[in-house]
């Protein structure tokens, strides 16, 4: 049977389009049942206050960044959203005194306007927003320099490279967007040789870091937790880490406070990884086929999907 049409952007693939059954059993998940959903290579936690998830997300960090040595390079890649973390980060860091020198670290992704990404000058770029809420704040006795930051370029050329220069990624973190993506792999446009499926799993994990159109919902999610609401200051593009990077990560740390995908959504991705559903137009359920992934709950936030009038 032909695949259905999005319902909230029909030139585009999203999870409106998969299977009506897997959307009746994601909404029936209880945090409970989705504790359950644990299995080897997948793993679920719950934590009871938003201190409690930002600091263990926070500790990622040190983690990673206690490992590397000259000889050795180890390093993170964290995301813009959330960013509760960043400040913590550089807070312990600086009462640790932690020398965090032969630490890396890589940039998710950024907006890219007319076919270059923005400067750090732009309001919503996602490298002003890692050095001024950690780098920066951390004593420079401690932080790496420059030459360990990797921010990903339109010309992509550059990052790439430092993914396959003998640095360990030790985790890469993430949050989930509305339209179930981590970094900005978002699903793809309906046309051409996808116009009747979507890409299959083999195709999508040859994707690496590149320069995307981003999806409808993406573009309303980050005018609405970042930009005030303002749709059009959002850019239509981005450069995003892909899942040929994500690949070379020794774990994948998925964030879910509550603040950027829905109760239905932080269930659907949960479900797919943990039974191995792939479906492209479900981005994130690619993730149930890396070897190491971790997906964090604050419990309060993953509300509820009964029907309620507002």
Same mark, same amino acid.
Request: proline share 7%; charged share 20%; with cysteine.
């Given at each position: !049977?032909?695949?259905?049409?999005?319902?909230?952007?029909?030139?585009?693939? *999203? =999870?409106?389009?998969?299977?009506?059954?897997?959307?009746?059993?994601?909404? %029936?998940? $209880?945090? @409970?049942?989705?504790?359950?959903?644990?299995?080897?290579?997948?793993?679920?936690?719950?934590?009871?206050t938003l201190e409690d998830?930002? /600091?263990?997300?926070?500790?990622?960090?040190?983690?990673?960044?206690?490992?590397? $040595?000259? *000889?050795?390079?180890? #390093?993170?890649?964290?995301?813009?959203?959330?960013?509760?973390?960043?400040?913590?980060?550089?807070?312990?860091?600086?009462?640790?005194?932690?020398?965090?020198?032969?630490?890396?670290?890589?940039?998710?992704?950024?907006?890219?306007?007319?076919?270059?990404?923005?400067?750090?000058?732009?309001?919503?770029?996602?490298?002003?927003?890692?050095?001024?809420?950690?780098?920066?704040?951390?004593?420079?006795?401690?932080?790496?320099?420059?030459?360990?930051?990797?921010?990903?370029?339109? &010309?992509?050329?550059?990052?790439?490279?430092?993914?396959? +220069?003998?640095?360990?990624?030790?985790? !890469?973190?993430?949050? @989930?967007? &509305?339209?179930?993506?981590?970094?900005?792999?978002?699903?793809?446009?309906?046309?051409?040789?996808?116009?009747? +499926?979507?890409?299959?799993? *083999?195709?999508? /994990?040859?994707?690496?870091?590149?320069?995307?159109?981003?999806?409808?919902?993406?573009?309303?999610?980050? %005018?609405?937790?970042?930009?005030?609401?303002?749709?059009a200051l959002v850019p $239509?593009?981005?450069?995003?880490?892909?899942?040929?990077?994500?690949?070379?990560a020794d774990k994948v740390?998925?964030?879910?406070? #509550?603040?950027? *995908?829905?109760?239905? #959504? @932080?269930?659907?991705?949960?479900? !797919?990884?943990?039974?191995?559903?792939? &479906?492209?137009?479900?981005?994130?359920?690619?993730?149930?086929?890396?070897?190491?992934? @971790?997906?964090? =709950?604050?419990?309060?936030?993953?509300?509820?999907?009964?029907?309620?009038?507002?």
């Amino acid at each position: !049977m032909p695949r259905k049409i999005s319902s909230i952007a029909p030139e585009w693939w *999203d =999870y409106t389009t998969i299977d009506d059954e897997l959307v009746r059993d994601a909404a %029936a998940l $209880t945090p @409970q049942s989705m504790a359950r959903l644990s299995r080897p290579g997948f793993r679920v936690v719950f934590y009871d206050t938003l201190e409690d998830f930002y /600091l263990a997300e926070a500790l990622e960090y040190l983690e990673a960044w206690k490992q590397s $040595t000259a *000889d050795n390079p180890v #390093g993170i890649c964290g995301p813009i959203g959330p960013t509760e973390q960043l400040p913590l980060v550089a807070r312990m860091v600086n009462a640790l005194q932690m020398d965090v020198r032969e630490g890396h670290f890589w940039g998710m992704d950024e907006w890219v306007v007319d076919g270059r990404e923005v400067p750090p000058t732009h309001p919503l770029s996602f490298e002003k927003a890692d050095r001024e809420l950690c780098i920066e704040r951390i004593n420079p006795r401690f932080r790496m320099g420059n030459a360990q930051l990797h921010f990903p370029k339109a &010309d992509t050329k550059a990052y790439r490279a430092t993914w396959n +220069a003998g640095i360990r990624c030790a985790v !890469m973190q993430g949050g @989930q967007g &509305d339209v179930k993506h981590w970094a900005f792999n978002d699903p793809v446009r309906r046309r051409g040789s996808y116009k009747n +499926a979507p890409p299959t799993a *083999d195709e999508f /994990l040859k994707l690496s870091t590149r320069v995307v159109d981003l999806h409808p919902l993406t573009i309303a999610q980050n %005018a609405r937790t970042s930009g005030g609401g303002n749709i059009a200051l959002v850019p $239509t593009q981005a450069v995003s880490v892909g899942p040929v990077e994500t690949w070379k990560a020794d774990k994948v740390s998925i964030w879910h406070a #509550g603040n950027h *995908d829905n109760p239905f #959504g @932080q269930r659907l991705t949960c479900l !797919m990884v943990a039974k191995k559903l792939v &479906d492209t137009s479900v981005p994130m359920s690619l993730l149930g086929l890396h070897p190491n992934v @971790q997906f964090n =709950y604050f419990r309060p936030g993953v509300g509820t999907c009964q029907v309620k009038m507002r």
